[in-house]
């Protein structure tokens, strides 16, 4: 336990976990996210984010709500933005597989 707790390239799941605290009350999803890191994530907090990879199943649940959380990547984040989401808020985590973003967004076309 010492020996990971003080090599965090050991536990990226650990990690994310930490870096995600702030957001463990809010209903995530997971778009376009590598199903390995999301993986980890559901196990280190304990819970299922839902993955979708196709931008119109995320319209549909984004469609009349204030705003949803996505976790997604740098690729997806940019799909949303194409896609006419309203991106109100984003948080960027460093991973060594890669950055994560954690988007508050809202489908604003056709609303």
Request: charged share 30%.
């Amino acid at each position: 336990y010492i020996l990971i707790k003080q090599n965090e390239i050991r536990k990226p799941g650990a990690v994310l976990f930490r870096d995600l605290e702030k957001y463990r009350d809010k209903d995530m999803i997971g778009y376009q996210m590598d199903i390995s890191i999301l993986g980890k994530i559901n196990f280190y907090e304990d819970r299922v984010i839902s993955q979708i990879n196709q931008v119109h199943v995320l319209k549909e649940m984004a469609r009349g709500v204030e705003g949803i959380f996505i976790l997604t990547t740098e690729r997806g984040l940019q799909d949303l933005i194409e896609k006419d989401f309203l991106i109100t808020s984003i948080k960027k985590i460093d991973h060594p597989e890669g950055s994560i973003f954690v988007v508050k967004t809202r489908y604003i076309k056709g609303i």
